[in-house]
RNA sequence: GGGCGCUUAGCUCAGUUGGUUAGAGCACUUCGUUUACACCGAAGGGGUCGGGGGUUCGAGUCCCUCAGCGCCCACCA
């Protein structure tokens, strides 16, 4: 028989990668239930989540390490629960992002611009970079833990995946809610694209108010009028003031005329203006802005773009031609003071557009761009939220999602980028389009075979939208979509609820008639320890690489999990890590006792065949018992404690994880682990093992306890608990009389049966109420100590005597008396029932009279005032509880409550009595 | 301008249908190196749950209101 030699402190860096290895080579990761494979069954439920894919060039920041840890944590949870668990992994690759970052290193390493190598050269390149490095970002999620189906991995450029993508587009192009056209839209002038309104970020920011003259084109009078982007001027085609401004109301239908440039314009009434505003009068430009751009539609004004796909001064400029928007702006306002056209420049405050990417200033500008008409689409996607098709947790953010797709407006999904899903549209000399799935041979209208493609791609999340089920093979009806479409949960960050949920939902509704998933889990972002956003900037970005390298993966996966609440941020520092590196460790060394007791309960057993039962028969392997607990003679309350608080935890972890209340019922099992398994039940068992009467209860206890915990908390750190039940079950299979025990226990713990809950046996109650009554008085005996400052070394004997409860004491006797033997803090205690000793000190807890004979230690007074606080503290809380008693609680209040403050009061009234009686 | 969140121990945060004397980690004080663990154990100190009002037998929890902080959405030059 082989002892089990374990290293003193868990070894996270050299487990994690040998754990990883092996889950992944015993095909654990895999649906057990696989419609691909012989034997599927399709009564088996499915349980699927799809990864959000992260950028292909991204490198692993603390946001992908929560959302891992949070969707491992559902996957596990479920695949232990006997769903055929499916964790679709992917990449995504990410229009801009990407290009920029390949055009940056071609510009450092190569020189080179991407006009200079052309297209289809550098759509090679960012492809080679992809094979590249497009794996960092994968190996790094594994890192994490993430029990990804690795095999079903997708990146949306792949074939497949293209193919989802041009049937979708098709498809809506057919019925009309895909248009090409002309309109004013978001243009990001350093990107050289349009962007969508969600692209588009709007920070407070100090400018300048510029005023200025608008001279009337026959007299000498003038508008005043203000502007932050004068340059703009050159755009306008109209001073707009309100219809019933007395002021302006006599110049109406007049022309003013265009600074510098000399045009005449007209003034027209229009009552968006408002008269209190500003000057009370408007210069309208509805090349380059959007209020301007629907007054003109409402007057038939002419649209001057005067800007270049560069921001910069086209020929409708004059003389600016050429010039940037910020110097053109400087150069026009520079001639009008010239021109005495200048009123007054003030400092403003107000919001700027910029690019969510680069961070330049956004234009709006007219520009061809494809829309998907949204308003069927978004009215399907609310209904299914309205109707519950889908629920999202928390609860607060459908209000937000509701507000959002009933103010949507058409998706431009056109970008002026290289890297993407090319628009496949083809044009001909006639401009006829042919939109196809298959690429055309000719116009599909005229039959010229002198066709070109559109120059455009797709936005990154018009593919991502598509990711639930194109990642499953749609448009195919495969098995994979057959069987695990919809998916379950859609876990990600409530940062792109709107960018990527809700078009999820709009493409799943459309393209599948379905929902693709029921169930929307938004987590919160990760700020610092002083809770502001992370960033490279400020210095206070975590890295998880560095964390997982120092604490280990398993302490980071718990922090995240641990601790934070669904939808609210949550602040994340090193020394929490640090906690839960020692819980991780704490676990190891449970670990290691409950092994080490395996290990010497075989060792006995040999010396002593015969004179026990030498087989174990206590449980099932999944936690379940066979035996009822009073059957069994052996079990001391200890035993019972432990096992009823087991049961308790079974029951509020389930009902947690039900609730989304994932950080709670880590925070339960945490508790558990700690303060009862170790902190005392292991202590007493210590004590129970010497005793060949318990011996065999105990070790079994051990086993059977910690082996549920260890499922319990698999799905949190999943590392140290696979690898310290991989040593408890190799005991305990290894142990003549335990081996029954792991009859039924898995190759790997990943795929254990997770423990169900049950019904309260009705002793359980009971037992716990009277463990902690024992605890109660341990700490009054360890506290008395402390504060008469008895040597933790000094043995002490003790006596107890008392009312009804003394029964209990010495049923338990042994329990006591464990204690008192290894306890540092505690003494011998001999539990016979006992006149009460001279000299010494008493205790009363609860109807329990504790007597230690502390020699010389013992101060008359001391001990008299002390008694008298105990006293003075029991009354009070009889006066509360009489006062509560006396009042409509007792009426109203459900009558197990009020009997449970009834019980209280006579426990506090026995108490005050022993302790009066102490005192005389 | 709308909407949402937060405000609980020195710090970072839990606290799910209202129900004991409000919890954890870290920090702090005292004691301890007992054969699972010093990445440890024991005993402590520390909170009028942001202010005010209301509903209720009972409020950290529900309602109203005020204040501070943060976030999202929104076309006021």
Redesign the pocket.
Known sequence: MTKHELP???DFKSTEPRIYAMWEKGGYFKPHNDPNKPGFDPTVKPFVISIPPPNVTGELHIGHAMFVSVEDLMIRYHRMKGYSALWVPGSDHAGIATQLMVERDLLKTEEVTREELGREEFVKRTWEWKYKYGNIITNQIRRLGASCDWDRERFTLDEGLSRAVREAFVRLYEKGLIYRGPRLINWSPGLKTAVS??EV??NEEDAT?YYFKYKLADSDEFIP?????PETILGDTAV?VHPEDDRFKKFIGKNVIVPILGREIPVIADH????????????VTPGH???DY?IAQRHNLPIISMLDVEAKVNENGGKYKGQDRFDARKNLWGDMKAAGLVIKTEPYH??IPRSQRGGEIIEPMISTQWFVKIESLAKAALDAVRDGRIKIVPE?FE??YF??LE?IKDWCISRQLWWGHRIPVWYCPNNHMTVTREDPAQCAACGSKDIHQDEDVLDTWFSSGLWPFSTLGWPDETPDLKYFYPTSYMETGY?IL?FWVARMIMSGLEYTGQAPFHTVYLHGLV?D???R?MSKTTGNVIDPITIMDDLGTDALRFTLLV???P???????V??V??N??????IW??G??VI?AIDSLHATRNVDAGTQADTYTGTHGDGTRSTQHDSSANWTLADSWIWARLQQLIR?VE??FQ?F?Y??AG?QI??FI??DF???Y??IA?EQMKNDATQLSTVGTLARVFDIAMRLLHPFTPFVTEEVWGHLREAVGQNAILSNLAKDWPNALIVAKWPEPREPEGWEEAKIADFELIQEI???I??LR??KGV???KKIAASFAGGAKTELLKDQSRVIASLAG????LLAIHSSLAEKPKDAATLVVGSVEIYLPLAGMVNIAEEKSRLEKDLKEAES?IE??EK?LS???A????AA?VQ?ERD?LAA?KDTAEKIKAQLK
Not at 567 to 573: E, F, Q
């Open positions: 003193k402190a868990y309104d969600l970020e709007y108010l009028v203000a502007t932050i982007r707009a968006y203006v408002s008269r209190e505003f500003g000057t009370g009068a408007l210069k802005d959007p209020n629907l107000t919001t607060r209000k937000v507000n959002w103010n940062d709107f700020r320890e002083m809770g956003k601790g934070s609440t939808g609210n941020d949550t602040n994340v520092g020394k929490k640090e906690a590196r020692n819980f991780a460790n704490k060394n449970a290691r006792f080490s509020d009902r947690q609730n209340q950080g709670q925070q945490y508790d700690w303060s170790a902190d005392w292991v202590e210590k341990v700490r009054s360890r506290n402390m504060e040597a933790p070394s290894l306890d540092s803090s809380h509360r509880l509560l009042s409509d609680f009426n109203k209040a459900p409550l449970k209280k506090y």
